[in-house]
């Protein structure tokens, strides 16, 4: 499996660890506010370097006195066929595992949670459930997955969070309150702000975000 980053250290990714970062190229939404513009195409663009997931995982085990978590993102790391036996890679690292997921593949999820090879899963709700196909650029979307996902994270037993970006020019405040009532009851939700440092879409990069990063 090939990795499209990999950053050694990390103080906010996974929350209370220290943790490494690994990312995978390709994703199967397109949201306009994504701030990794670069991992939503199936292959890196031209002159993007890449890593292999071999090397990583040496660097990892050679940093195992100083950093004991990895989060796996995107991109959306599920896409990917190698990603079970990456995941068993790091665990046979003693590293705790993370993962970033845009909940599109409940399948791969409860593959993963059976096989116990995630310690903390993040699962980004984007909109409102009838607007999801619009707003992620999927006209197929597949409302019954992420619904599906939604419980599975919700029921697994495993530390997870959902989260959301504020995205003011796209979302509204009726959207903000419908976001929350599919969030389950017991579970963390974290709305984030907007980057607009960078984004795939050029035109919202200008745009602010209403809001800091809140949890509720």
């Not at 085990?61 to 790091?90: K, Q």
């Amino acid at each position: 499996m090939t990795l499209a980053g990999f950053v050694p250290l990390s103080l906010c990714d996974y929350p209370g660890r220290v943790a490494s970062v690994l990312f995978t190229q390709g994703c199967n939404f397109r949201c306009p506010w994504c701030h990794n513009p670069h991992l939503v195409p199936a292959e890196p663009p031209d002159g993007t370097a890449s890593c292999d997931a071999e090397a990583v995982a040496d660097a990892l085990a050679s940093r195992r006195t100083r950093v004991d978590s990895v989060v796996v993102t995107g991109g959306e790391p599920t896409l990917h066929a190698g990603l079970p036996a990456l995941l068993r890679r790091l665990r046979a690292l003693g590293l705790h595992i993370k993962l970033d997921t845009n909940g599109s593949r409940p399948t791969v999820l409860r593959a993963l949670f059976a096989e116990r090879l995630l310690d903390y899963v993040a699962m980004d709700v984007k909109a409102p459930w009838a607007r999801y196909a619009a707003l992620t650029g999927t006209p197929a979307c597949d409302i019954a997955a992420l619904r599906a996902s939604v419980a599975l994270i919700a029921g697994s037993g495993v530390a997870h969070q959902f989260r959301t970006t504020r995205v003011d020019p796209l979302l509204s405040g009726s959207d903000y309150a419908a976001i929350r009532l599919q969030i389950p009851d017991g579970s963390q939700h974290v709305w984030q702000a907007f980057r607009p440092d960078a984004c795939l879409n050029p035109a919202l990069c200008a745009a602010r975000s209403g809001s800091d990063s809140v949890r509720v």
